[in-house]
């Protein structure tokens, strides 16, 4: 352990660092007199955990499962080989995959107030509203939580494609497919596009959202992780944790950004519009951002960015939607030319292919997120482990008061 000095006018500390296995070393502040806060707006150089279950390295443009990049996890393993990763630690034997995979069949199936509540709700309804609905439905039923954290998760990774694909249907006003929940023929992303689109789906298909599904599944300390650590910190039930991180997901800023992001291409519509649409993303006066460029840690390109483009590549050869993706990729070209875009590092992020890709495997767009959900679900459930086996203490940060001093009425 090292010992750094950290001085001011009136203050000399000793202060230990301890070195990370890759990447940032952190200072320990844990010995710090309690009077005396860091600020840290946007918790921008915040290390609030210990965790090993991701590492981003965003000058390089790497991302690590457990220690594998992403790219080659793509290429060679299914999307339940990378659930067990993430979940327990180390890719699965065939064994373990096959005991696995078992439990994961056993857990898929949700009770029937779940349909009832769905008949409650607006048609209107936003997928990840009715997701989130669903979600605190099982949260407020004790009978779903099991005393083995384990279990609890696997649990909730094997019920979310049930959830998310009843969200969906909902929203496109379309009856729930009822699956025998006995059925083991399907495997998991394959059942999940059955209950979603009523057809046994296409082996094509399946792959594509193999992928999508791993590019997703997990990416350390992001807004939603985060927001589910804290709340989970506070000893809440799995189910509760995960609705908050949902909540967390839904925003522009984070999950819902390939919403946002399809919806700024079909304003742009053609690539003669491009340069307005440039201008108004570098003015200071406008609030308007590209969507799907930028990312907090990434400053080179987001690895997974460039798997999506591969796919929506592949997926769009045999699709009609090409108009948008020559708008795409023109974009993103002037956009990486650009000195604004240059100075400031701003790259695409995951999200600026996932929603064409998605669309054209016949995902609506208000419900892209709900697929980065379901991807993320397995993130989430690993932090949550991992959390439960750490005993995290309650993430309760402090503030910079700048409000009125004390007075009287
Ligand atoms: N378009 C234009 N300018 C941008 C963009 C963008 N997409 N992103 C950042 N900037 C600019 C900001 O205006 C700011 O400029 P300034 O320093 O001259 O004032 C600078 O870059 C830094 O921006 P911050 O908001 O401070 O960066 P931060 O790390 O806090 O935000 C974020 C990251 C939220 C992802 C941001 O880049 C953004 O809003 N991107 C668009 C939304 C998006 O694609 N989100 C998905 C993220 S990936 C994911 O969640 C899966």
Known sequence: MNQINATSDQMCFEL??????????????????????????????????????????????????????????????????????????????????????????????IPDY??????????????????????????????????????MAIRIVAQMPILVALSQRHARTLKPVHQDSNDDSLGYVPDFLFRLFGQIPTEHTVTAFDQILTLHAEHEQNASTCTLRVSGST??????????????????AHGGANEACMQMLEAIKTCDRIPEYIEKA???????????????????????????????????????????????????????????????????????YSGIVQRALGIENNAFTTIFALARTTGWMSHWLEMMRDKTPIIRPRQHYIGPRKRSL
């Open 282 to 352: 570098k003015s200071k006066e406008d609030p308007f951002r590209l969507m799907g460029f930028g990312h907090r840690v990434y400053r080179s390109r987001d690895p997974r960015a460039d798997v999506m483009k591969s796919l929506a590549k592949e997926v769009l050869d045999s699709k009609q939607d090409k108009p948008l993706f020559r708008l795409a990729p023109s974009l993103e070209k002037r956009a990486l030319e650009d000195p604004y875009f240059i100075s400031h590092q701003l790259y695409p992020n995951v999200d600026y």
């Open 16 to 109: 230990p660092i301890f070195q990370a296995n890759l990447g940032n070393s952190v200072l320990d502040a844990s010995g710090f007199p309690v009077d005396f806060y860091f600020q840290d707006i946007g918790l921008k150089h915040t290390s609030f955990c210990q965790s090993a279950i991701c590492y981003i390295d965003g000058s390089k443009g790497l991302l690590l499962y457990r220690g594998y990049p992403i790219e080659e996890l793509c290429k060679h393993f299914q999307f339940e080989s990378i659930m067990y990763l993430l979940l327990f630690g180390e890719l699965p034997t065939s064994r373990t995959l096959k005991s696995f995979t078992k439990k994961l069949i056993k857990y898929r199936h």
């Open 235 to 252: 000893g809440t039930n799995a189910y509760a944790a995960l609705a908050a991180a949902i909540t967390a997901l839904w925003g522009p």
């Open 114 to 151: 779940c349909y009832s509540l769905l008949e409650h709700l607006p048609e209107s309804s936003h997928p990840m509203g009715i997701l989130l609905t669903l979600v605190s439905a099982l949260a407020a039923d004790s009978s779903q939580s099991l005393d083995d954290p384990d279990e």
